[in-house]
């Protein structure tokens, strides 16, 4: 059973430009939350998406968006890129419709972005 | 989702049960404790999840006392692969809320 699978592994961009980062959630399940955790911080919340839809968002600005497939992968785009996107983004996916019995997120690996 | 507060650091000698405290003084009735664990550069892991019976798995047990304040994520026997940084959240079952991490503790494993 394949866990989460995030790509790519690293990223390396220039201020300015836009990134796309992929999420494959686990098998099973159909919600993915994407997270930003910046070096030496716990991760933090950017938003959630369950059926096709934006769930629950965190206190990010609209640089940040997001898609869902109807397989439940997911992309997570960033806009006009700042220094300070620098950071590890990590998805998470979890089952909405099991909500009753449990919905653990489970996480990927992450993306590293280092913006220049 | 109620705070919580942990160390920011503990050692523990390989092969002796590491004790990890998580304060919850605030935590609601419908909010359960969860441990994740964060291995350097990669994505957390889950550990264990409770309400308020104490819980056990093949990784970690959970042990939350009766007033559900707080709560000690043990592992039995530690080896140097346990060393992480080590969170403990509390949420909402089903409530398909996102996880609100806070500093954590870096547990260390000394040989």
């Known amino acids: 059973d394949a866990g989460v699978t995030q790509s790519p592994t690293h990223l390396i961009k220039t201020r300015g430009q836009q990134v796309t980062l992929r999420c494959s959630p686990k098998s099973g399940h159909d919600t993915v939350s994407w997270y930003q955790q910046a070096l030496g911080q716990g991760p933090q919340f950017i938003f959630q998406?369950?059926?096709?839809?934006?769930?629950q968002r965190g206190n990010f600005p609209d640089r940040f968006s997001g898609h869902q497939f109807p397989n439940y992968s997911s992309e997570l785009n960033v806009n006009a890129l700042l220094l300070g996107d620098s950071a590890l983004y990590l998805c998470?996916?979890?089952?909405?419709?099991?909500?009753?019995?449990?919905?653990?997120?489970?996480f990927g690996p992450g993306t590293r972005l280092t913006v220049l | 989702d109620a705070k919580t507060t942990q160390p920011p650091s503990m050692d523990c000698a390989e092969g002796r049960a590491a004790n990890l405290p998580c304060n919850h003084s605030?935590?609601?009735?419908?909010?359960?404790v969860y441990w994740y664990r964060q291995i350097h550069s990669q994505g957390p892991q889950y550990i264990i999840h409770g309400l308020k019976n104490n819980e056990t798995n093949e990784m970690a047990s959970l042990i939350i006392t009766e007033d559900r304040k707080s709560s000690t994520l043990i592992l039995p026997h530690a080896t140097l692969r346990d060393t992480a940084v080590y969170y403990c959240?509390?949420?909402?079952?089903?409530?398909?809320?996102?996880?609100?991490f806070g500093s954590g503790t870096q547990l260390t494993v000394l040989p």
């Open positions: 998406y369950y059926e096709e839809e934006e769930r």
């Open positions: 959240i509390v949420r909402v079952l089903g409530s398909a809320r996102q996880l609100t």
């Open positions: 998470a996916s979890s089952s909405t419709g099991l909500a009753l019995v449990t919905d653990t997120q489970y």
């Open positions: 605030t935590i609601s009735g419908n909010e359960y």
